[in-house]
């Protein structure tokens, strides 16, 4: 499917998988990538997934989502994509596709290219109308197998019995990668209010950054 999908849409590298820290590596399918390689980063992605929280965003909302899209150039999230997932993996663009199917998210796709013009608007538009088809033909296999899958998450819920309802509530958003602002604005509170409430929850989970909130409190996908 990834060799198809090449033909249509030029990339360097790519990896079929839930994305969670939590699945095995033995169920993914990648070009490009060394699965070795990948095995040993495999410890950092939930901080991973706090960086790239903007681009899963765009992708539960449209199907399709790219970097370029995530990150304005400038920003403080294009700095951090660039460091954290772009120079790390040797590439300068990346789009994340993920298959849904009913309202579910059965797994997603993200494709590397080291090209800066890679995944343009017209890119996105193919990937878009391939994505239902793949959604499709990967339930259909694990109908005919019965085989297990790990369906990516588009909501975590926390049940971390240290932390209040509203500070769960808070961790949840956090691990979406959301930001200061966006929870300030989803909770209606201040973003000052937000900073301090934070503040308590990295006391109590007894972390020093928000990779250490995800890692360390009690979520589970609902």
């Known amino acids: ?30 070009k490009g990538l060394s699965p070795e390689v990948l095995a040993a980063t495999q410890g950092g ?3 991973l997934a706090v960086e790239l929280g903007a681009l899963r965003e765009l992708a539960n909302a449209r199907g399709v989502a790219s ?18 997932v772009a ?28 090209k800066d013009d ?5 890119a996105l538009e193919v990937l878009r109308q391939a994505a ?8 259909l296999l694990v109908l005919e197998t019965s085989a297990p899958r790990a369906a990516a998450p588009v909501a975590l819920q926390c049940l971390d019995g240290r932390l209040t ?6 961790v949840e958003h956090v691990a979406l990668g959301h930001t200061n602002d966006q929870i300030a604005e989803a909770l209606s509170i201040s973003p000052n209010t937000l ?13 020093s950054n928000r990779a250490d909130v995800v890692r360390l409190a009690v979520l589970t996908p609902s």
């Open 132 to 139: 239902g088809i793949i959604a499709l033909a990967e339930a």
């Open 165 to 170: 309802a509203r500070q769960r509530t808070i």
């Open 1 to 30: 499917m990834l060799a198809a999908l090449r033909e249509v849409v030029p990339f360097d590298a790519a990896i079929f998988h839930a994305f969670s820290p939590r699945v095995s590596l033995a169920s993914a399918a990648m």
């Open 45 to 47: 992605w939930d901080q």
């Open 67 to 84: 970097d370029r899209e995530a990150y304005p150039a400038g920003s403080k999230g294009r700095a951090r994509f660039v460091d954290q």
């Open 87 to 114: 120079k790390p993996f040797g590439m300068r663009r990346m789009a994340m596709v993920h298959l849904t199917v009913r309202g579910d998210v059965r797994a997603a796709i993200a494709l590397f290219s080291r």
């Open 195 to 207: 900073r301090n409430q934070l503040a308590e929850v990295f006391r109590r989970l007894g972390a």
């Open 118 to 122: 890679a995944f343009d608007a017209a």
